[in-house]
DNA sequence: GTTAGCACTCCATCGTCTTGAGTGCCAAAA
DNA sequence: TTTTGGCACTCAAGACGATGGAGTGCTAAC
């Protein structure tokens, strides 16, 4: 037996995936025969779908029924026998309409990408916050909230709004925090967080001869203030759409993926690995090496501004997915957001 | 027959009614007098058990099953029956614990809340977040991000961040950006926002005649930074032990559940509901007036800071719910969230 | 290499039967 | 008058078995 697959082995897996993408349930010869466009006689399907059996492409739940993908199926469906079709217009005009209200401020954004990502794909939308350390500084501002206590609220190049509490050891009068804010505003904005950070370190040491007291003290909360939070934050909507898969009909199964989206950190890990990657990635069950989500697939694409990639967003479904449909969806959207990053806030 | 209850009747009900709570399966009259302390023989309970029926307190799924309670019967055992135990002390760490560390800032502390409810009471946590205008004044800051676009960054007194892109027909300098923002700062902090906003609507009719034209525009911006957002936002965590109640065992049920909480404008109007009130608020099924509600309990309560209240907080999950242990639980909750939030930042 | 035919397998479905928990009612007991 | 034991009745749930049908693998013919 060849271990390649010959054309007409392709066209029967590929008809078999798609029509198990479909309808969810087992696919047999003699359906492929009638409906499909095969023009070959169940007996010759059989055949050959005992050969893909074989190789690992497909499976079959029991003896009396039809075929279903396994995971290298759908592996191999994606990597080769896809066919990315462009969006049609229609669902373009969806998706960006959703944009088009005025005063969408970047947060306000990220989610509703997730949202739309949800209700135009039907599964569950992701979408990864961008890492403080991607992002450009633009302005940042320290709020006394009691003695001890200090709010530094930051605002990235894209209107990104974070802000963080700070314990202080001393009581820091009004009026200096002004002078703090002032110098940091004047001398950062538009500077990388990563070069502030680098300009922070470097000043701080030149300090130490100076001694500016109320400079060192700048550079300490600044620098308290930009430390990067290690867990990023991920925008999950429509988790109700895994409710309607038939893969999931059962509670405990159910409960253990749900589980897992409100933990969030392994959407964030997921996320994470598509960030260098350019186009869309796909992560199809054991690939996400989590038992979790072992017949789950994630569907991700990078946004970006004007400097380089900013986050992932995605979508997240039953490894039984269109993914035809979906890619498109997810590419569009990766580079409506990264365009609407670009023109806005300049 | 009677129409009020005498005692024996309300211990049975009540014995019915905790252990459907417990169990999730029709309490028969022999499962009552066999475990539970009634002393009389099921014959007798059952006289008993008919009786509350016919007065809308139980009700039978078919003739050969035992009784469950129905709304009304949960009703009256929520008003009259149930006692409500402090909590213990235990439990009281559990929670406690959970705000010990330090740099919490407001919105991680409601967003804790509201998962903490959830883990201890195995149940969904919901906390809505302080409307913009029950708040008090602390800081106000504008960052300009294009020609045209204004960020509008606002810190209240507890140290919750709310921001806002405002959209200005004309060229604002940084430096005028500047001014009106201390201007603000200097002579608004402190007010409520309602007594911000009335002065500024003061301040603007006294400005027509002075006609500086820089003021003038700090309020305009400050209105439309100050707007209340119509619809309040709800902290939702542990959507997944929705999972785990028997009673929403059907997915399309579930799903239309879910879809309520994602939705989140039938919650902000529920939870609404809780803030003039005074201590633990139980709405019980058709008391929520929504139909997707129509089997969900929610028990609220309302947490305030320096000046009153400031938003509520709660639990939702099946009505059948053992109500005496959550009661607490929720009650302590808010009284603890309105400490922090008294005592901290001042 | 392809196809028709055929025996075989096994799940899903449906009806039947049984079981048992629980009820309502009545007459006897307290 | 209230409580209780007894008894016939009801009905869901589970077990069992038969049936049907979709699909397979294999073999022999085309």
Redo the contacts with the bound molecule.
């Keep these: 037996m060849a271990n390649y697959l010959t054309e007409?082995s392709q066209k029967i897996l590929e008809a078999i995936i798609e029509e198990y993408i479909a309808t969810a349930?087992?696919?047999?010869?003699?359906?492929l025969t009638l409906n499909l466009g095969i023009?070959?006689?169940?007996?010759?399907?059989?055949?050959v779908?005992?050969e893909l059996?074989e190789l690992g492409y497909l499976t079959?739940?029991?003896?009396?029924?039809?075929?279903i993908p396994t995971e290298k199926g759908y592996r191999f469906y994606v990597d080769s026998l896809l066919r990315i079709s462009d969006l049609d217009v229609r669902q373009k005009d969806q998706i960006e309409l959703k944009y088009r209200q005025q005063g969408l401020q970047m947060a306000d954004m990220l989610r509703e990408a997730s949202r739309t990502l949800s209700t135009v794909c039907h599964y569950t939308g992701l979408v990864m916050v961008p890492r403080l350390k991607t992002t450009i500084f633009r302005h940042i501002e320290f709020v006394k909230l009691s003695p001890r206590q200090v709010l530094a609220v930051f605002v990235t190049q894209s209107g990104l709004v974070q802000n963080k509490l700070i314990d202080v050891d001393e009581d820091l009068h009004p009026r200096d925090l002004e002078k703090i804010t002032n110098y940091l505003n004047k001398s950062m904005t538009g500077l990388s967080i990563q070069e502030v950070r680098a300009r922070i370190i470097a000043e701080m040491a030149e300090e130490k001869a100076l001694f500016d007291h109320l400079l060192r003290r700048a550079f300490v909360l600044s620098s308290a203030a930009l430390v990067d939070e290690a867990t990023g934050d991920v925008i999950i909507e429509g988790t109700s759409h895994f409710l309607e898969q038939p893969e999931f009909a059962d509670l405990p199964h159910m409960k253990r993926i749900v589980q897992t989206f409100e933990q969030k950190s392994i959407l964030v890990d997921l996320l994470d690995r598509g960030l260098e990657a350019k186009g869309v990635q796909v992560i199809i069950g054991s690939e996400t090496a989590y038992s979790e989500l072992a017949d789950c697939s994630l569907i991700t694409a990078a946004y970006s501004g004007k400097r380089g990639t900013l986050g992932t967003l995605g979508v997240i479904g039953p490894y039984r997915m269109p993914y035809s449909t979906i890619i498109p969806i997810v590419d569009y959207t990766a580079n409506l957001i990264s365009r609407l990053l670009d023109t806005d806030n300049d």
Tied chains: 1, 2.
């Design positions: 007409r349930q087992p696919v047999g010869s003699k359906a023009k070959l006689s169940p007996a010759s399907v059989r055949n779908m005992a059996e079959s739940p029991h003896t009396s029924a039809g075929r």
